[in-house]
């Protein structure tokens, strides 16, 4: 190539920086008293709560539960709750539920017990934004409130809720750590040329297309770069530089942590295992009667019901929800309850042979194992 073209080749430019790394460098950021060296890699620094914000449990304290009776479902609605199942599956006939023999209509007492527990948690880590001259809350205005005397809207109770918050007085402006401040940086791409090497005819700005005695069949201009050898970059659109994807070339950065606080409804349920034909699974999708509500920053395990289960579960949940939470995190609110789950296993038969199926939870939905063929009744 002539003289021309390495004139279009573009100027480097040695006073615009290589991109610097996108977090700032080690001993970048300042000390923020309370908050225990956030990082800079905006790693979270999750703060347990003083044993103040923390309730302690009493010694001795149970709670005892009402007698609740047995649910009861009809002949009429079981077979109601059939057709309605049979109805919404294309490969099964209504004629069996239609036509039916109930024999028995089994009663079946389930209990589905929950403990929630509500958490507040906090955790901080660095943050920035470009410096465009707004107000800079620093050192300036006073000291840093510790994590956990950061004011902030508590949500309803039992949701789940994520609020992000600038810590006051912690705010300061630095030169950006990226492109030291020059608002640009150099192209990775095309190394500040603000061009590069022409793929297609590999910098030559001919392409060899065959052979020939003359340039119709033999050496051609090449028609990408039109004879350059170099094209344009596309990623920095010719310039050789970019604008400083950190600061948005405004050359500053203010720092500032912000304070993470979470809010997390933990759940824990439990069905007794005791109908090796039913799965478990299937209650996830019903509701039931929430006979017993207990609710206090902290519940006690439940004594004296029917189903010693359930007493145990109470007792076993409530400590491990205790002491799995309460060391990284505040208990605003603990709630436990106690549903009654009807589920009658239903026995029929049809076309002399008999089957069954079970209707459960208030919506009367249907399990059945097998349901037999409309063709069996001629």
Known sequence: MDEKD????GEFDPNIPEEGPSAPPAGWLDSVSGYEEPKGDCTDQLYPPPPAYNPCPENDRNVSVPHVREPQVSEEMAREALLKFVGNKWSKSSKPARNLTFKELKPITVYRYRLETYTESRSSAWDMEPYTGQAVDGPQNGISPPPWEVPVQQPHQHTDVVLKVRVPHSSFVKTCHRCNGCGRTRCTHCAGRGNKRCPFCHGHGRRFTGHGRNNRNGNNRCSSCQGRGRKKCTFCQGHGHNTCSTCLGHWNIMHFIQLTITWKN??????PDRLPEFPLKKFDKVSGDPFFVDENILVYPIM???????CEVSRRASQEHQSQFS???RILQQRQTIELVPI???FYSYGGKDYDFFVYGLENKVFTPKYPSACLIL
């Open 6 to 9: 390495d004139e279009q080749l």
């Open 266 to 271: 933990h759940l824990f349920e439990f069905v």
């Open 344 to 346: 009658t296993h239903a």
């Open 304 to 310: 004296g019901f029917p189903d010693q289960d359930i």
């Open 327 to 329: 060391a990284v995190s």
